[in-house]
């Protein structure tokens, strides 16, 4: 299956402060999706991005499926962007292992 | 509410017992998957369905393991004679005419 590797897996911001985060897929991307996982686990949908940039909100995303990448943008970070940020590829979602955001006030 | 919803949200059983679990996917959405989440992990994909077919299954989907979606409307995943290695999240997901997959609140299992 499509392998997915994020970066990086651990990130600590103060309130406040911008970050990236990124996925690299082994093969094409396609159904590239971004989800938040909350600390009951509930994944939440971020974006459906499978080429381009989209925003939403202090969030935004860029894929650039030619160099099998995507990136994920959080601006102004604040404490409930806490948690764990997945992306996956795929029709059947192949998953990444997640970079895990602390964001301190 | 009418996001995919799971039942139960935890289920803790004795090694040995059999297991049930069921989601309710979106309304009119013709997909289903099903995935696996260990702790410190991303989900891993199980099984999924096109209405009431099962057309892709898992490695992961040990014989133990089954999925049914009867009337292509909600499924269930069954695992008989657990064991502490399936402790771990369930989680359903659906998808309709588009590309994108929405998740349910998973349900939590506990194997003692």
């Known amino acids: 299956g499509i392998q997915v590797e994020q970066s990086p897996p651990d990130l600590i911001l103060q309130e406040g402060a911008n970050s990236t985060l990124r996925c690299n897929f082994s093969?094409?991307?396609?159904?590239l999706q971004w989800f938040h996982q909350n600390p009951w686990g509930q994944l939440i949908n971020l974006f459906y991005?499978?080429?381009g940039t989209k925003q939403n909100g202090r969030l935004s995303a860029t894929t650039v499926a030619t160099e099998r990448y995507s990136l994920l943008y959080i601006s102004s970070s604040q404490t409930t962007d806490s948690g764990v940020y997945f992306c996956?590829?795929?029709?059947?979602?192949?998953f990444g292992a997640g970079t895990t955001v602390t964001v301190r006030a | 509410d009418t996001g995919v919803s799971q039942d139960p949200r935890h289920k803790i059983t004795k090694r040995g017992q059999n297991v049930t679990f069921r989601c309710d996917p979106i309304?009119?959405?013709?997909?289903l998957y099903w995935y696996r989440q260990t702790l410190g992990q991303g989900p891993e994909f199980l099984t999924y369905?096109?209405?009431?077919?099962?057309?892709?299954k898992s490695r992961l989907l040990s014989d133990r393991f089954s999925a049914e979606r009867p009337k292509g409307s909600f499924s269930t995943l069954e695992i008989q004679r657990t064991e502490q290695g399936d402790s771990a999240m369930y989680l359903c997901?659906?998808?309709?005419?588009?590309?994108?997959?929405?998740f349910g609140p998973g349900t939590r299992l506990t194997v003692l």
């Open positions: 997901a659906s998808k309709g005419d588009y590309n994108e997959q929405f």
């Open positions: 093969d094409s991307v396609n159904n």
């Open positions: 991005i499978p080429s």
């Open positions: 996956a590829n795929d029709y059947k979602l192949s």
């Open positions: 309304s009119e959405h013709n997909r």
């Open positions: 369905f096109q209405n009431e077919a099962q057309l892709e």
